[in-house]
């Protein structure tokens, strides 16, 4: 029974759901503390590199490769971060963005080692190395009533959600604590941040890493769920696609880029049926988005407001008299 | 404030919902008659159809309804074809080889158009037992990724040597310049095959110089090859930029004559460079002018169904519904593993580009045609 609800194609669609929210969350951070980096494609594409080389190579696991992909993509992140601090606005969108065409012109040219524009395939797959791992235990899909790929897939998507639950449970832990109270402040404003005693460079570059070091751990998981990267899959249309993740969605909340990510990988394949104008639809979107709610779908007043309804609904289920609200 | 709030999120929700809907659609309805009577079967395309390359896409789309007609009319066969668009990405392409996979009544994948899709989506139609050829795949490594890949498109490694050789013989070449265009898999994979085979015929190779996509200005890498005055040039790259390129290099006065892989070979090239283009030498699996009945067939048919002429990824996509055809026909059922076996049998197909037969890994075995642009068209090279 298991086995007629789970269907490979929506599994895959949720495991490219779960990887651009991680994606829209890198940027997410960043942009919480009033920095507008493009340089999110490189970093996801040092991830992907780095973890497929070292699995490829060095026959390392997987889980410790993903691990490293991002660590290196923060090393990156620390090393671009610092310099870029000078910058702010469009300066810093440009400069990052020309970052992410510089590791994509290494990727292209570093032929020795990424194979050019030719790509890396043979990267082992997550799912199937776990499966392999599965089998070896003695444990049979078939026991579930599953098969194989759908087995895989559902792995897959298991492992990744588990990830992301994890992850915006962090960052929402963070934004109520001091560190994302420093980001916000230097956001709003960052003479007056610095003025009240926040530490500006420690908590821009920090942001900034952060943002790459999630960009190089979803580069990385990428990487293993396609089983095939090449340089021009971390190109600037990525950097754009990861941009709209975010200010589709709403960029003042977490909420808004997992929205905006689940929203914008969702929509291709829902408008599959009219497959022509399908690009062209989502650009109307985007268009009248910016037209009607600049500031994303998601932002802080719709979120208290939907506070605010659950609450009035949850009292009136209660019996408690509703007072009106206004 | 509220109310257009409450509009926005009606809005947003009846969105949802229909996508929901829409996303769980399902393929899965028509039984295939699996004795008596023609075979028939349903095969899913996966193609470019939306984005840059959406030219590829379409030719090829064209290319498949026009076999897909006549096979249906003849009647040994029944095929129905399932149509969906990877917009030239390989996230998509992968969603929509498993939307296709999981439906069980698909036997066969066609496409997807671009190598670097069919690098994804290749192993994951192995693993999955489903027979999957590509028609415009032309990359090395592309059929050995599994035992269940196929194409018919005829790899670099086929073509160049091919038009290498003839146009060495014919201007006595000794010594070449070689310029490609490094940011692409297909402009690269070229060069690799130009490179190993100057080698192996002996040719000096006196520079290499490269290239990147949208690139305007040559004159830096041309000023270069100018000076050291090769016998022939060696060109990998796609026909947008090889047409400037040439361009170019004649008001340079460099009257070499090119010699150019598959992504060169387009009517488009003499479009743009004029008489420019004059003294490229392609090899191609696909000549429209050439004197056979079926390929003047298939023109004139495509030229009154699409209003222009077809191209080679129209002619390629032609011949593959056909073998395709041929490998239901001999498998007799619509199984993915027997029609496996019966495609991997295929030998000497008759075609619009000519006999076709797969070798053991799946590619192609096939004889080339070398042309040279000469007097604004493509003619045969001798």
């Known amino acids: 029974m298991l086995g007629d609800i789970i269907n490979p194609y929506h599994l895959q669609i949720v495991s490219f759901i779960l990887i651009n929210i991680i994606l829209g969350i890198s940027i997410y951070i960043t942009l919480s503390s009033g920095q507008l980096s493009l340089g999110n494609a490189g970093f996801m594409g040092i991830g992907a590199y780095t973890s497929a080389l070292l699995t490829i190579n060095f026959d390392l696991p997987i889980f410790l490769g993903i691990i490293l992909g991002a660590v290196v993509a923060g090393v990156f992140g620390i090393l671009i971060g610092i310099p870029a601090l000078r910058l702010s606005g469009v300066y810093l969108a440009i400069a990052t963005l020309g970052f992410g065409e510089v590791i994509r012109v290494i990727f292209v040219n570093w032929d020795s080692i990424t194979q050019g524009s030719i790509g890396l395939s043979g990267i082992p797959h997550l799912g199937r190395e776990l499966f392999k791992t599965f089998k070896l235990t003695g444990f049979d899909p078939d026991m579930l009533g599953l098969k194989n790929n759908q087995f895989i897939y559902l792995l897959v998507v298991l492992i990744l959600l588990l990830v992301n639950i994890l992850l915006v449970w962090f960052f929402i832990r963070q934004n109520k604590s001091r560190v994302g109270r420093a980001f916000a402040a230097i956001k709003m404003d960052e003479k007056a941040a610095e003025s009240m005693g926040i530490n500006i460079t420690y908590y821009k570059v920090l942001s900034f890493t952060q943002g790459a070091i999630l960009a190089g751990f979803a580069g990385a998981l990428y990487a293993h769920v396609m089983a095939y990267i090449s340089p021009a899959d971390f190109a600037y249309h990525r950097a754009i696609d990861i941009l709209i993740f975010s200010i589709f969605g709403g960029s003042e909340l977490i909420w808004g880029a997992i929205f905006g990510a689940t929203f914008m990988t969702i929509l291709p394949e829902a408008l599959r049926f009219i497959s022509d104008y399908r690009y062209m639809i989502y650009g109307v979107i985007l268009i009248a988005m910016m037209a009607f709610r600049p500031q994303g779908i998601i932002d802080v007043s719709l979120l208290k407001w939907f506070k605010r309804k659950l609450k009035l609904k949850r009292r009136g289920s209660l019996g408690i008299g509703t007072k009106k609200y206004n | ?382």
């Open chain 2, 1 to 382: 404030m509220r109310n257009s709030f409450k509009k926005v999120y009606l809005l947003i929700s009846v969105l949802m919902v229909v996508m929901l809907a829409a996303c769980s659609e399902d393929v899965t309805n028509a039984t295939s008659e699996k004795s008596g009577g023609p075979v028939s079967a349903k095969i899913g395309v996966i193609s470019y159809m939306t984005g840059p390359g959406a030219a590829y896409g379409e030719a090829i789309t064209n290319g498949f309804n026009l076999a897909l007609d006549e096979i249906n009319e003849k009647g040994d066969v029944k095929i129905e074809l399932i149509i969906e668009d990877s917009a030239g990405k390989q996230d998509q392409a992968l969603t929509v080889a498993q939307k296709l996979m999981s439906s069980d009544d698909i036997v066969a994948l066609l496409g997807p158009t671009l190598s670097t899709e069919m690098n994804v989506v290749g192993p994951e139609a192995d693993i999955n037992g489903i027979p999957i050829m590509g028609t415009s795949t032309t990359a090395a490594g592309i059929p050995q990724i599994g035992e269940y890949v196929f194409r018919n498109s005829i790899p670099e490694s086929l073509a160049i040597p091919a038009a290498l050789e003839k146009a060495v013989n014919k201007y006595g070449a000794k010594k070449v310049a070689i310029l490609y265009g490094n940011d692409d898999l297909f402009t690269q994979s070229g060069f690799d095959t130009m490179k190993a085979e100057a080698e192996k015929m002996g040719l000096e190779i006196l520079t290499i110089e490269t290239f990147q996509k949208g690139q305007s200005d040559y004159n830096a890498q041309l000023t270069k090859i100018k000076d050291l005055q090769p016998d022939l040039i060696l060109a990998s790259a796609l026909y947008n930029e090889g047409a400037v390129i040439m361009d170019q290099a004649r008001k340079m006065g460099i009257d070499l004559p090119f010699v150019g892989g598959n992504g060169y070979n387009s009517p488009q090239v003499i479009e743009i460079a004029g008489e420019a283009s004059e003294g490229l030498i392609v090899a191609t699996p696909w000549f429209g002018e050439k004197d056979d009945p079926k390929v003047q067939d298939f023109v004139k048919k495509y030229e009154t169904e699409y209003g222009h002429k077809p191209d080679q990824f129209a002619a390629q996509a032609y011949d593959a519904l056909y073998i395709m055809a041929e490998g239901l026909k001999n498998a007799g059922v619509a199984d993915r593993d027997a029609l496996r076996d019966a495609l991997a049998e295929i030998k000497d197909l008759d075609g619009i580009l000519g006999k076709f037969s797969f070798d053991e890994d799946g590619d192609v075995i096939m004889e080339p045609t070398v042309l040279i642009i000469k007097d604004g068209t493509f003619q045969l090279f001798e």
